[in-house]
């Protein structure tokens, strides 16, 4: 087991040779260098010259046999995705989602800063696919570096190709202003037409009704940078690596107590464990007490599930949790996981966009509960409600931004419930909240 790092203006970029995994990603990160000539260098746009020969279809049913699934949080089929698209549509657009706003994550940011060019060919390769030349990017408000070097590369790109091989294609890069909902794809197709970015009731989808009206495919960053690898090397290698049904090679962002933290490139399917041992074990010289798999969305997992969770979409899903974002926090002994627990409800009552009553209401009464314990002002009672609730909105929306909000909440009062109940008797056992007394 070999490990190959370097350091970048994001920090350490590190892969490991696993298996006989050497990566796909990493070694163009590792290049540092996003410009078209450094692409080039790479073989970059063969995948596209090699797509232009072939038919759309052939196209989605070389994605479609590769197995690859979304890689921003749902894992959906992402040739099937693509060819919900209806072919004889007078207008249709493809989206590009990287308002990447999920905590702890940065994946998609390490794609855009090192190698742009990776993901305009994909975005080229899959409008051709669902037979469209008219493609908008939405980045996230806070990546202004990210969104300059994006657009320098689309112009780049966009030229490249005319040139080249004589097709033209129009993309559009566009901000955001720093509002977690519009992750969600139709809160960011509503932002995008300058309305307030909330999510639409569905049906109609996007692939029937979309961006103005028309039909639209909105993909994931990550998931778009796949398909040159997929083309290039065919479906049979992208499936040959992974799981059954859970395909491909990964990008895993690690953080929280651990000695090293970064971004991972590794087999989907590989042991989350060892993902955590590869990342040095833990800073704070004691236990694991949690570890949430896949982006703050997604409830953590407790000790004895890190011993036989693997990273793929069903394993962490057997435990009751979300692949998301593969966006490992690990969380210390020493801290307390009720405190985890404001936190995050904090943020998903804070970011929930208020169309919905469930949602608006509920994801705050989940904070104030939760501070309301924390605090070592709640009662029993308290403790029951906040399961009660937690357990009962999920589903109860127009989009998950509920669940978000509601499910690690119940996942740590039910796998944690020790540790939230001595708060009861102002005792945090993690020795670390004010209230404390311990002789």
Avoid at 243 to 272: H, I, Q
Avoid at 292 to 321: H, N, Q, R
Avoid at 394 to 421: N, Q, T, Y
């Amino acid at each position: 087991m070999v490990e190959i790092n370097q350091s970048s203006s994001l920090g350490r970029i590190r892969v490991w040779k696993v298996d006989g995994f050497e990566g796909v990603f990493a070694p163009l990160f590792l290049k540092n260098d996003p410009s078209l000539k450094s692409y080039l260098e790479e073989g970059g746009y063969r995948a596209l010259e090699k797509v232009l020969s072939m038919g759309p279809d052939e196209v989605i049913e070389e994605v479609k046999r590769s197995g690859l699934r979304g890689r921003g949080g749902a894992g959906f089929p992402t040739g099937v995705k693509w060819s919900f698209m209806p072919k004889d549509a007078e207008r249709k657009f493809l989206v590009c989602n990287a308002d990447e706003g999920e905590p702890a994550t940065f994946k998609d940011r390490y794609i855009i800063t090192f190698v742009p060019h990776l993901l305009v060919e994909g975005m080229m390769i899959s409008a051709y696919a669902i037979g469209t030349r008219e493609i908008l990017v939405y980045i996230r408000g806070e990546y202004w570096e990210e969104a300059f070097i994006l657009k320098k590369a689309v112009q780049e790109g966009v030229e490249y190709v005319k040139s080249r091989f004589g097709v033209s294609f129009d993309i559009k890069v566009m901000q955001g202003a720093g509002a977690y909902i519009v992750g969600e794809e139709t809160g960011l197709l509503n932002s995008l037409e300058g309305k307030r970015g909330q999510p639409r009731p569905r049906p109609p989808y996007p692939a029937q009704k979309g961006y103005m009206g028309y039909p639209t495919c909105v993909n994931n960053v990550e998931t778009l940078a796949c398909v040159p690898f997929i083309i290039n090397k065919g479906a049979d290698w992208f499936k040959s690596i992974g799981r059954e049904k859970s395909t491909g090679p990964k990008l895993f962002c690690v953080s929280g107590k651990v000695k090293k933290p970064g971004l991972y490139e590794l087999p989907m399917g590989f042991p989350l464990k060892k993902l955590i041992e590869l990342a040095g074990g833990t800073s704070c010289g004691g236990k694991i007490k949690a570890v949430i798999p896949g982006g703050t969305s997604a409830p953590p997992l407790t000790p004895d599930e890190l011993e036989e969770a693997t990273l793929d979409f069903e394993s962490i899903a057997s435990f009751g949790s979300f692949l998301g974002t593969a966006s490992c926090v690990v969380i210390c002994e020493h801290d307390c996981i009720v405190r985890v627990g404001w936190n995050m409800a904090h943020f998903y009552a804070e970011e929930s966009c208020g169309q919905c009553t469930t949602c608006r209401e509920g994801t705050r009464f989940i904070e104030y509960l939760f501070e309301k314990i924390e605090n070592g002002r709640g009662t029993e009672k308290d403790v029951m409600t906040l399961l009660d609730v937690s357990s009962s909105i999920p589903g109860s929306a127009i989009c998950a931004h509920v669940d978000a909000g509601s499910l690690p909440a119940k996942k740590i009062v039910s796998s944690f419930k020790e540790e939230v109940m001595s708060h009861l008797g102002k005792v945090c056992n993690a020795k670390n909240c004010e209230f404390s007394f311990h002789t």
